[in-house]
């Protein structure tokens, strides 16, 4: 009589609501078909102990629900609703120093696949060892980011938005309050998803975001003052911001928080346009601003049912794969409803972006969502070319006499 298939699950990268609806959906679609789960620690560092022997594999083992609740909660199911991950997650480690250990550990499990949830960095890592190891890895994307190339729609995504949608509502009453111009540092890496999404959905006056204001420049800086003296003009003493991470200084360079650096650069400049005699913006540098830097708070956070339902239905189409013997692919979600792609077309792609210094699947700049925020009037930057056919905001439009008092 052959063996049950044994497969193994296991989460990667920077953790984020709903990777654990996905483990959930995973074990219990490979239990009802008789099949072994093992969820390996802290990504692909737990094979490294399985091949130390520091782990037994019987120890992986996951039960229906994934998990043990002692005493009189045994038996609640609550998984999916809790984030992070019962995994434990990675994102730093030396892979390649340990690759022999990793594919051991594996080897050591008999694993029939290995479904591996993560963002396009770890997904790119553990495809590399799969290909060393000769390993039937299926894929599920995962960060709060979104920028998975391929898809949509990754796992983590909808509750970050939430999470953020929820501070800028928050913070609008008591900026109102206190006429105080509100400044917003959103995560994304160098995707500007989640600040675009949640910007729009919180009521923000300004969406700053990578795709679309690169570096803070003069034109953009410039439009911003702009925004918000009109607003000020017009009555409306307060004013929302949404700062992605990933906008540039000036320069054109990383700051350490690109929301405190806005922050003093919206009076500074206001400062600047005042000295050329642009009077509609003097005395804005009285005008107070508060920085909040929403964190690692968008990485946690209750699932959404809209995150549950995609991670859920994510881990049943990777069960699916195996039980068809159909891997090496990505599972997306596509046109309103999970696809799959091949893994070697998605990693080639993440590679020759992160080669090029891109990011994979950008905002586009022309979409849906852009387009509905410019509707409101809501500043997003404009790449539209200028007189001299550079974009507006990638050339500087104003030029400061030297001896202006900044
Ligand atoms: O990729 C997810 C993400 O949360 C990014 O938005 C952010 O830049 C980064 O991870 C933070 O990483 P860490 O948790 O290592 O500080």
Same mark, same amino acid.
């Given at each position: 009589m052959s063996r049950p298939k044994r497969i193994g699950v296991l989460t990667s990268g920077g953790d984020c609501p709903g990777l654990n609806a996905v483990i959930r959906s995973v074990v219990k679609c490979s239990t009802r078909q008789g099949w072994e789960v093992y969820g390996i620690p802290y990504g692909t560092d737990g094979l490294i102990e399985v091949a130390r022997a520091n782990t037994k594999p019987e120890d992986l083992k996951l039960k229906e629900h994934g998990y043990n609740i002692p005493g009189l909660l045994q038996g609640l199911d609550v998984l999916q609703f809790l984030s992070g991950s019962v995994l434990g997650s990675l994102s730093k480690g030396d892979t390649d120093k340990f690759a022999d250990d990793i594919i051991k550990g594996y080897?050591?499990?008999q694993l029939d696949g290995l479904i591996a949830i993560g963002g396009d960095g770890s997904l790119d890592i553990i495809y590399n060892l799969a290909q060393k190891g000769n390993w039937n890895l299926i894929g599920i994307p995962k960060t709060i980011d979104n920028d998975v190339p391929f898809t949509e729609r990754s796992v983590g995504f909808d509750t970050a938005v939430d999470t953020v949608t929820e501070a800028l509502y928050d913070l609008t009453f008591t900026a109102a309050s206190h006429e105080r111009v509100m400044v917003v540092e959103v995560m994304g890496r160098d995707a500007g998803h989640l600040a675009l999404h949640s910007g729009i959905a919180g009521g923000a006056d300004i969406i700053l975001i990578p795709e679309l204001t690169p570096t803070l420049n003069d034109a %953009?800086? @410039? @439009? *911003?003052? @702009?925004?918000?003296?009109?607003?000020?003009? @017009?009555?409306?003493?307060?004013?929302?911001? %949404? %700062?992605a991470e990933g906008v540039k200084n000036y320069e054109g360079k990383k700051e350490k928080s690109i929301g405190e650096y806005l922050a003093k650069q919206i009076k500074d400049y206001s400062n600047k346009l005042c000295a050329l005699d642009r009077k509609q913006f003097c005395g804005m540098d009285e005008v107070d601003t508060r920085v909040t830097v929403l964190g690692h708070l968008q990485r946690s956070g209750t699932p959404t049912s809209a995150d549950r339902l995609l991670a859920t239905s994510f881990g049943r189409a990777a069960v699916d794969l195996i039980a068809n013997q159909e891997y090496n692919r990505l599972v997306v979600w596509r046109n309103g409803e999970v696809q799959t792609e091949p893994l070697d077309q998605v990693i080639d792609l993440v590679r020759k972006c992160h080669r090029e210094n891109r990011c994979p699947s950008p905002v586009n700049p022309n979409g849906f969502m852009v387009q509905t925020?410019?509707?409101?009037? *809501?500043?997003?930057?404009?790449?539209?070319?200028?007189?001299?056919?550079?974009?507006?905001?990638?050339?500087? *439009?104003t030029t400061f006499s030297s001896n202006s008092k900044c």
């Open positions: 080897e050591l499990l %953009v800086l @410039e @439009e *911003i003052c @702009e925004t918000i003296a009109s607003f000020r003009h @017009e009555k409306r003493k307060f004013a929302l911001v %949404v %700062v925020a410019r509707s409101l009037g *809501i500043y997003v930057g404009d790449l539209t070319p200028s007189l001299n056919g550079e974009p507006r905001n990638r050339v500087s *439009i």
